[in-house]
Each structure stands twice: as C-alpha cells, then as structure tokens.
C-alpha cells in the first residue's frame, strides 16, 4: 500500500491504523512528499503490518510521491490510497476479488462520500498489479 502525503499528520493518524491491521496487507508506504516539518507516523497497537516512510526532500506532488513510493515496495499486488480518505472496513475485498482474473492489471474503485463529513467512509485509489 502506497499512501502519498504533504503536511497531514492529522490525516496519517486516522488513516495509516485502519491499514496496518489488514493481515493481507503486507507493507504500508508513507511517502512525505517534502512535508516541513517531516511527518510523524503514529504507531498502531493492534498492526500486523510494517509501516516504512520515504521522505522527500522537495515537494513533487502526488504523482512523483505515489511514484517513489511503488519503487520502494516489492508487494505483488499496490494500492495507492490517498492521505485525505478513510476507507471503510471491507474496501479491498471488491477490489481484490477482480484479480482472481490474472489478466486484470489494474482497478480503480467506486468512490462513496458522506455528506456531513468529507473524510468518513470515503475510498479513493487504485490497486495494480506490476
């Protein structure tokens, strides 16, 4: 999983522990896209997945984030999930179900919002296999 972000704790500490307690998820990749001062990444009590951060010295932007971040992982299967998005529990079953086809490459789920709060059960990203 490849999380890009710029000057988010806040968005970090909601998202990152709802990632790392998924057992088929075997890393979380927080790229600081240049974030001053540097990102603290919270640790999760009940995570049965490693988080490891890629810090860039310059803001690049979400695409060379999300870039940089799919270089530092050897995961089979990547998901890019954006900071500003909280997926809701079950998100990757959907999603995963369309690679029991080996010639699926790529998916792209639907995306949900609550209209009273922007970040709650939404989920944005794209799961590919490479």
Known sequence: MVVPVKDDDAAIAELVPRLVTDPRVAEVVVVDDG???PLQIPAAADA????????????GGPAAARNDGWAA?????????????????????????????????????RLGGAPTDRRTDRHRGVLARY
């Open 35 to 37: 974030s001053t001062p």
């Open 48 to 59: 049965v997945t490693p988080v490891r951060v890629v810090r860039r010295a310059t803001n």
């Open 73 to 109: 992982t050897t995961a089979a299967l990547v998901a890019f999930v954006d900071a500003d998005v909280l997926p809701s529990e079950r998100w990757l079953d959907p999603v995963l179900a369309h690679f029991a086809d080996p010639s699926g490459a790529a998916v792209a789920p």
